[in-house]
């Protein structure tokens, strides 16, 4: 069974940083893209970042501000947020899917293979 679980999640200042993580199990990382995902108030969740066979890819937004990785022998996908800003605010989700970065981020996370239950990144002063 596929289970993924976030946390890094917290409260930071603007232009601050955080480290979003994102173990895995059931299935084996290097097979599946992992993507972030975020829910902000007002907004339709929307991806974020994803990394698999493919070259990573980012939503405009993060680009020079996030930084996506994984760690295959942890089973673990990070996310490295700098510079946050308070628009950055929100659920963070990461979620996994067979097929590659560029058909998944575009893709609603409920039609992905699975997801967890995220991680809460408020920036504010």
């Known amino acids: 069974q596929m289970r993924l679980a976030e946390s890094g999640g917290g409260l930071v200042q603007p232009g601050g940083s955080l480290t979003l993580s994102c173990v895995v199990s059931?299935?084996?990382?290097?097979?599946?893209?992992i993507g972030w995902y975020r829910k902000s108030p007002g907004k339709e969740r929307e991806g974020v970042s994803c990394?698999?066979?493919?070259?990573?890819v980012y939503r405009d937004s993060v680009k020079g501000r996030f930084i996506i990785s994984r760690d295959a022998a942890k089973s673990t996908v990070y996310l490295r947020m700098d510079n946050l800003q308070p628009e950055d605010t929100g659920e963070y989700y990461c979620?996994?899917?067979?097929?590659?970065?560029?058909?998944?981020?575009?893709?609603?996370?409920?039609?992905?293979?699975?997801w967890g239950q995220g991680t809460l990144v408020t920036v504010s002063s």
């Open positions: 979620a996994t899917d067979l097929g590659p970065c560029a058909r998944v981020l575009p893709t609603p996370m409920e039609e992905l293979d699975g």
């Open positions: 059931g299935f084996t990382l290097e097979d599946f893209s």
């Open positions: 990394i698999g066979k493919t070259p990573s």
